[in-house]
């Protein structure tokens, strides 16, 4: 089993779209958990952390439950520019440095 | 305020031969992770430096390695190269090691091809 394992994509949605993606992960002792957003043959950028109360950043809103080891990440109202690869991130050990990532999933907006 | 910033862009070596990738740190922070990244995949953690040691490693072979310097600049090393080491290779910098919710910045990457 992958550490941390997320929906198989693509996604292919129009514009104004809701969208969620999946996550799950492995180690129960995991600490910190964070969405990362890679555009093509680009670097990941921070999308946003997740933390056990749901945090909410404009359009995006990410959820965490411990119990079943499940991370999500909803975006409504879906712009072009919202096409990317989204990657799901587990820092196993919070330790900074040594973070896990899913194989990410694509998502394309079309208008 | 220079972010983390890696060199060179693009590489292309022979199966066999040996290779170096350079990594400046974003200015402010003091450890370095590598990355690789194959076509399709996720980021794979190669290993972290922090005062010029490597704190942590993955689950990669000693063929790679790597060095920090002084000014927390970094490199990795990777010898006898293989056609799967063909991949996107990422620097990442953050600070305070120990803290695990710190997010970490990362370079635009060196994209490796082995022939």
């Known amino acids: 089993r992958k550490e941390v394992e997320q929906d198989p994509g693509p996604f292919n949605v129009p514009e104004g779209a809701t969208v969620a993606f999946n996550c799950t992960y492995s180690?129960?002792?995991?600490?910190?958990f964070f969405w990362y957003r890679q555009d093509c043959r680009k670097e990941p950028k921070l999308l946003m952390s997740v933390y056990s109360s749901g945090n909410e950043d404009g359009r995006f809103t990410a959820q965490l439950n411990r119990a079943s080891q499940y991370i999500s990440l909803l975006i409504r109202d879906s712009k072009l520019s919202d096409s990317a690869t989204y990657l799901c991130v587990v820092n196993p050990y919070n330790q900074g440095g040594k973070l896990i990532f899913g194989q990410g999933t694509e998502l394309s907006v079309k208008p | 305020d220079a972010g983390v910033t890696q060199s060179p862009t693009h590489l292309i070596k022979t199966r066999g031969q040996q290779v170096t990738l350079r990594c400046s740190p974003k200015?402010?922070?003091?450890?370095v992770s590598w990355y690789q990244q194959a076509l399709g995949q996720g980021p794979q953690f190669i290993f972290q430096y922090y005062e010029e040691e490597e704190r942590q490693r993955g689950n990669f072979p000693d063929r790679f390695s790597g060095h920090q310097f002084p000014n927390y600049s970094s490199e990795l090393n990777v010898n006898a190269l293989l056609l799967g080491d063909s991949a996107l290779y990422l620097c990442?910098?953050?600070?305070?090691?120990?803290?695990?919710?710190?997010?970490?910045?990362f370079g635009n990457g060196t994209r490796l091809t082995v022939t």
């Open positions: 200015s402010g922070h003091d450890t």
């Open positions: 180690n129960s002792a995991s600490q910190s």
């Open positions: 990442a910098s953050g600070s305070i090691p120990g803290q695990g919710n710190s997010p970490l910045h």
